[in-house]
């Protein structure tokens, strides 16, 4: 039963940062419903593994250090280098992640973002539409959808996990 409860949740998660990835990408904007449903995903998905385990004590690390990231990222929000949706996104999550997964997040999360580079100095790579959609939103917002790489990031810990 809990195990139905976890993958349940997961696809749950997975349909919420392909929501979260292609807003991101279309508008650069990262809806609070989106990431509040992240965040209430992952929380369940903690809540399970801690009934499973019977460990209730599990779930203090991972709010603390999302708690945490929010702060942390917040002063990066304020002097204007990472926008409110990244900063949002990126506190929850250690809610999906939990501790245990945080540092192959953070792999998966440079080799997106070195990968967003790369295509962010080489445009011509990518289809021709692509090309000149990209081209338009980033010479008039100057923003990168930096949502993308942490939802790609997010979703290949999830992998990871599920396959362990």
Known sequence: MLTAALVILRVLVVAVLLR???????LQKIANR??????AGGLG??????????EWMS???PVATSFVLFVVLLVFWLIGTLGAGDVKLMAAVPLVTGNDH????????????????FLIRNPLL????????YIAVLDRKGIVPFGVPISMALL????LQAVR
């Open 102 to 117: 945080l540092l192959p997040f953070a792999l998966f999360l440079l080799v997106f973002v070195l990968a967003t580079v």
């Open 126 to 133: 990518l289809p021709e539409k692509m090309v000149e959609k």
């Open 59 to 61: 779930l203090l690390g």
């Open 34 to 39: 989106d990431v509040l449903l992240l965040a």
């Open 20 to 26: 979260i990835a292609w807003s991101d990408l279309k």
């Open 156 to 159: 290949c810990t999830i992998v």
């Open 45 to 54: 998905i903690l809540c399970v593994s801690a009934l499973q385990r019977d």
